[in-house]
């Protein structure tokens, strides 16, 4: 049974593509659930214009996000935080994204959600650490964050 689908369903294709489906597996789990409707001529149409669009709306957000990677891209941040009294490295409490967030936004003018920030470890010491703004399809910047003790 050929059917389109209304959202992205893991494992078998994104929002508007055209798929073939067992007829239990539509009628048992896309169909409750909204996910997906079947493929008449009339809907096929309609789906191919609702692609059209997406696709230029898709180019619009890239050349956005390659504006923002050229605006973030290279950001040496300082943030300040507290250390421990044993070490004079450690820090107190790890960072995590929401410091790094606030400090591109203070910096560059620039908000970059917490789903984007990749840290590799947690960021619990003095000195630099690399940080990657990651926007999807090959779309990363690196950033540089220097911890200093408050």
Avoid at 26 to 34: A, M
Avoid at 90 to 97: C, D, V
Avoid at 110 to 136: C, L
């Amino acid at each position: 049974m050929k059917v389109i689908l209304n959202e992205n369903v893991q494992k078998l294709g994104y929002r508007g593509d055209i798929v073939e489906v067992k007829d239990g597996y539509f009628r048992n789990f896309l169909f409750p659930k909204k996910l997906a409707v079947v493929a008449t001529k009339d809907k096929i149409a309609l789906a191919a214009k609702r692609r059209e669009k997406m696709v230029m709306e898709k180019e619009r957000l890239l050349e956005n996000v390659k504006e923002v990677m050229d605006k973030i891209g290279g950001l040496k941040l300082e943030l300040a935080a507290k250390v421990t009294a044993e070490g004079k490295d450690t820090l107190y409490a790890a960072l995590g994204e929401d410091p790094i967030i606030a400090a591109i936004r203070a910096a560059s003018n620039v908000q970059v959600e917490k789903k984007h920030v990749k840290i590799s470890e947690p960021i619990k010491t003095i000195g630099e650490h690399k940080v990657i703004i990651d926007f999807g399809e090959k779309n990363k910047v690196e950033v540089a964050v220097n911890v200093v003790a408050e």
